[in-house]
């Protein structure tokens, strides 16, 4: 079935540091990707996604490259802020039936 | 637009009773889903609607758990009798079939006692 493994957290860095949250997927024919953004007590919002190899996701200063041959997705920030503080969701999506997400990644910001 | 709209924000209930939690869909979405949070387990995908017909509910846990979508907008998870290990974040999401992108509501934290 499908899956979605993301890197293990808690990650912690500096403000302004350079950010990178792996993301690899298994799934047959050609997914959908996303990444999802959940701020303490709130619920999941889009960050940004990408729909076909190759294409590039970008939002908010995040960014993300749909990589079919390394069937991976990782999400990267040139320059990270205190409130960017949340934990990070990749997900996949096959015919629009629904979301498989990875286990998040908790990232901490630190002034 | 709203977003999606979840209601109760915080429910604290007994072990054996009833609970309803209820969901605003975003106003055109034809999909919805319903999600619970424990941080054992992530985030499962307990039903999926599509176009107010139930599509794949192999994720509920077990007879406990009902879902219905009474209309095109609205629709409430029901756990009767609710247990200690019901726990969790619920959350409901909402999305148009093309192009695919779910919303999600601010979700429901339940607690059983």
């Known amino acids: 079935g499908d899956s979605v493994t993301q890197m293990e957290g808690p990650v912690t860095l500096s403000e302004e540091a350079f950010l990178t949250i792996n993301c690899t997927y298994t799934a047959t024919g050609y997914p959908s990707l996303f990444w999802y953004v959940q701020y303490p007590g709130e619920g999941l919002q889009l960050l940004l996604k990408?729909?076909?190899?190759?294409d590039k996701g970008s939002n908010k200063g995040f960014e993300a490259t749909y990589r079919k041959e390394t069937t991976s997705f990782h999400l990267e920030k040139g320059s990270v802020q205190v409130s960017d503080s949340a934990v990070y969701f990749c997900a996949l999506s096959r015919s629009a039936r629904q979301l498989t997400f990875g286990s998040g990644t908790q990232l901490t910001v630190l002034p | 637009d709203a977003g999606v709209i979840q209601s109760p924000r915080h429910e604290v209930t007994e072990m054996g009773q009833e609970v309803t939690l209820r969901c605003k869909l975003i106003s055109g979405h034809n999909s919805l889903f319903w999600y619970r949070q424990t941080m054992m387990r992530g985030l499962e995908l307990l039903i999926y609607f599509n176009n107010n017909v139930p599509i794949d509910d192999s994720g509920m846990p077990e007879d406990r758990f009902s879902a219905k979508m009474p209309n095109a907008s609205f629709s409430t998870l029901k756990i009767q009798p609710s247990e200690p290990r019901d726990s969790a974040v619920y959350f409901c999401a909402s999305s148009l079939t093309q192009p695919f992108e779910a919303f999600f509501g601010q979700g429901t934290r339940l607690t059983v006692v």
């Open positions: 990408a729909t076909k190899a190759d």
